[in-house]
């Protein structure tokens, strides 16, 4: 057996309530702030899902493997740490079955701790952060902030591996400016990205007899971080870690709120929470998937594949090897129908499904929506819906995913973004390039890219039955409809 490619440590937060304590109809919303929680990075969401598809019996395989996949089965995979594939298989799979796709994104707007991060003034120990993302980064300002991500470390046989680590107490804060040094704060707020949103670790008089202060006389190798980084930081990682400083080479650590998140509201009717978009919609998917493959039903004889993709920076673009513009969903395609023929039978019969939060209506900026879209959290999905395709939703599509939401007895909402305003997207423009037609959706949410957002503790059952709706039943009302 070949060792694993990586190895992973874990700290899961509590939430504080358990799902007995939840209030009725909302045990997935209470399941999903644990694992908002436990997941502060692209890293940590991997792995969580893993865990809960590992739980449901799904087989993880490796891509540099020889897949051998099974008619019946339940597999995933997952790439450099940060992207997760999984999918199962009907009793009857055969090369050009059509595959049924739940695409959504595992990263948010944070900020990063940079290769070369030791800063100092005024007596502060500083760390150098890069922006990642479009986030409010006012909202970033005087939060009790920590540290997540991976880690490289040897060990004492020369062996590298990527820990996942997470330090699960304040230790960083990026301070704001006193009013009396300020006094225009409340009408014109703005500060400087690179010089006035730098964090503090600690006093520089606190290390200043510290024994692991790196020694500058020792020749520094190309592998060797020491320098680069303040020596408590390093520290605090292999205390962590269980490691000696030294045997840390290289890290990605992403800044973090401590603040748990929680239900909120006079009837818990909503989720406070970092990281809603877009793991709420990441969750949701996984949480479909793994109990339909539970229930009794399963596998079923006849129908598509059954496929949750969690991509990479979509923050940034997804361009990259663990993005949605990678070879992630092409590569599995091509695996389950080798041939041109049945390959191209394969996308013809396929339907995917961009999952990715979408814009409530705020009370206090009601004039930010077109005055006929105007979705409200808890009031159900949303169809995303854009004529300059920054958005995939077609009448096709729409027609859909209604009778899917149908089905379990939910709602629907409809968004469109107004004439004199710019629209965003998602990851679905990007994969209906391979032929796939496809239909973007999302919960409704408040506060998007700030580091505290909000969105409706019911929306996320509702999300969960329309994903589970469409495991079981999409490629039998597919067959009902027919275009001339």
């Known amino acids: 057996m070949r060792p694993p490619l990586f190895t992973v440590t874990r700290r899961f937060l509590s939430t504080g309530m358990t799902a007995t304590d939840a209030p009725k ?35 993880k395989i490796r891509e540099e493997d020889e897949w051998e996949p099974k008619a019946g089965g339940k597999y995933y995979f997952t ?7 999984a999918f199962t298989l009907p009793q009857k799979w055969k090369h050009g079955t059509g595959l049924s796709i739940v695409a959504t994104h595992i990263d948010s707007p944070n900020l990063r701790i940079r290769p070369i991060s030791k800063r100092s003034n005024a007596g502060y120990l500083q760390v150098g952060v890069e922006t990642y993302g479009g986030g409010i980064w006012h909202s970033w300002l005087d939060r009790d902030l920590s540290i997540a991500g991976r880690v490289i470390v040897s060990d004492q046989d020369g062996n590298y591996n990527s820990k996942l680590v997470k330090i699960d107490r304040p230790i960083i804060r990026i301070p704001t400016l006193a009013i009396h040094l300020d006094r225009n704060v409340n009408d014109s707020f703005k500060f400087n990205q690179e010089t006035e949103m730098v964090p503090i670790l600690g006093l520089v008089s606190t290390q200043l007899n510290d024994p692991l202060k790196e020694k500058t006389n ?22 962590e870690l269980s490691v000696k400083s030294e045997r840390i080479h290289d890290f ?3 800044l973090y709120d401590t603040q748990l998140s929680a239900l909120g509201g006079l009837a818990s009717e909503f989720v406070f929470s970092p990281r809603l978009d877009n793991l709420v919609s990441s969750f949701c998917a996984v949480e479909a998937i793994a109990q339909n493959v539970s229930s009794e039903s399963f596998p079923v004889l006849e129908g598509n594949v059954n496929v949750i993709a969690l991509f990479n920076h979509e923050e940034v673009g997804s361009v990259s090897s663990t993005g949605a513009e990678s070879s992630i969903i092409p590569s599995l395609l091509s695996r389950l129908s080798p041939s041109a023929e049945t390959l191209n039978q394969s996308i013809a019969r396929s339907f995917l499904i961009s999952a990715d939060m979408g814009h409530a209506v705020h009370p206090n900026y009601t004039n930010k929506h077109e ?5 409200v959290m808890n009031g159900g999905v949303i ?34 973004v107004r004439n004199d305003m710019a629209c965003g997207s998602t990851v679905g423009p990007m994969l209906s390039k391979i032929g796939i037609r496809t239909v973007d959706v999302g919960n409704p ?16 059952q509702s999300a969960i039955d329309l994903f589970s709706s469409f495991f079981e039943g999409f490629a039998t009302l597919d067959k009902t409809l027919s275009l001339e």
């Open 371 to 375: 005055e006929n879209h105007k979705p």
């Open 383 to 416: 169809l995303k819906v854009n004529a300059k395709q920054k958005y995939t939703t077609d009448a096709v599509g729409s027609f859909l995913i209604k009778k899917l939401v149908e089905k379990k007895g939910g709602k629907v909402q409809a968004y469109e």
């Open 218 to 239: 020792d020749p520094k190798a190309a592998s060797a971080i020491q320098t680069d980084h303040h020596p408590a930081l390093l520290s605090l990682l292999a205390e």
């Open 79 to 85: 790439r450099n740490q940060a992207s997760l594939l």
């Open 25 to 59: 109809g909302l045990e997935a919303a209470n399941r999903f702030l644990s694992f908002v929680n436990a997941s502060p990075t692209p890293f940590h969401a991997v792995q969580n899902a893993s865990l809960r598809l590992d739980k449901a019996g799904f087989v």
């Open 445 to 460: 949410m408040l506060s998007m890219h700030s580091i505290r957002e909000t969105a409706g503790s019911h929306d996320i």
């Open 252 to 254: 990605e650590l992403h």
